[in-house]
């Protein structure tokens, strides 16, 4: 093989894995599950009926302590029918995930899943190149409406942004397939 050959072998690699990347929505959402900072186990399954924004994080990236506080604030005057939950997958524990939420006084429960747990969930590869915050959010029928793009969506950490689209999902009638 020439250097050519294999230069656009690997572009052409490169260019199918990312666009298999991008996952559409809207999509089921698969089951997930995760670990509360007490260890108990609990599923998303278990939130349908609600609009629920999941943000993955890293409990040492400055953005996504600004995004937990922006989705705790939130979390705040959004009713019941919306759960916010925070999720923390870079090597967390119980432990980990209890400090956070306190260290940024959030008012959201903070969990944690491994990470492999929230690749699989996110449909992503081990190989895949993500940043953090990743947000995910699923209507009360457990259809993911919105999904972070790998290397980030920034309409995803914006308050208004955020407000507007969880309210539209909240107007939505049970038996709503949008």
């Known amino acids: 093989m020439t250097k050519t050959t294999v230069r656009t072998a690997i572009l052409a690699i490169a260019m199918a894995s990312s666009a ?3 996952m559409p929505v809207p999509r089921q959402s698969k089951e997930f599950t995760f670990m509360d900072s007490s260890g108990r186990q609990s599923l998303l399954s278990s ?4 609009v629920v924004v999941i943000q993955f994080l890293s409990t040492t990236c400055p953005h996504c302590q600004a995004l937990s506080k922006t989705l705790s ?3 705040g005057d959004m009713g ?4 916010f939950i925070g999720v923390a ?5 119980a432990e980990t995930a209890a400090a956070y939420a306190k260290a940024q006084a959030v008012r959201i429960p903070i969990a944690y899943a491994p990470h492999e747990t929230v690749l699989g969930f996110l449909g992503y590869s081990v190989m895949e190149r993500l940043t953090v915050p990743q947000v995910v959010i699923v209507d ?7 999904q972070s793009d790998p290397l980030g ?3 995803l950490s914006s308050e208004a942004y955020l407000r507007k689209f969880i309210v539209d999902l909240l107007k939505e009638g049970p038996g709503s397939k949008k």
């Open 80 to 83: 019941p029918g919306v759960q």
């Open 73 to 75: 604030k939130m979390a």
């Open 89 to 93: 997958f870079n090597e967390a524990t």
């Open 20 to 22: 298999l990347a991008a």
């Open 47 to 50: 939130y349908k009926g609600k």
């Open 153 to 155: 969506t920034e309409e």
């Open 140 to 146: 009360k029928k457990g259809m993911i409406r919105a």
